[in-house]
């Protein structure tokens, strides 16, 4: 059973950065699709994010936070992260990293119930 440990998240003021960790325990990342996603309260579960795990260097980024956000992954160390630059407010949320089939990420990465590994999630919280 895959399970993701996600890390990172913490509070920060208005134009502040975190990056967000995802590693896998148990598993090494392979031809995965690996997304970040973040749940504010009473709203719907948002795509952030996703990458390719096998070295294929592409990555999708929702229009909500391109330019600010970076998702990358370091293969020496099993992790996917998320870089988040200039944060807003509106940022806050509870962030999820979710992992499936790479077959996934080109035109679906942003279907969260595409996804069959998730992690527990990390609080990112943005004050103004």
Known sequence: QVQLVESGGGSVQ?????RLSCAPSGYTYGS???AWFRQAPGKEREGVAATYTDGDGRTYVADSVKGRFIISQDNAKNTVYLQMNSLKPEDTAMYYCAAESDVLCSKRWF???EYTYWGQGTQVTVSS
């Open 111 to 113: 279907y969260s119930a």
């Open 14 to 18: 208005a134009g502040g950065s975190l």
């Open 32 to 34: 995965d699709c690996v």
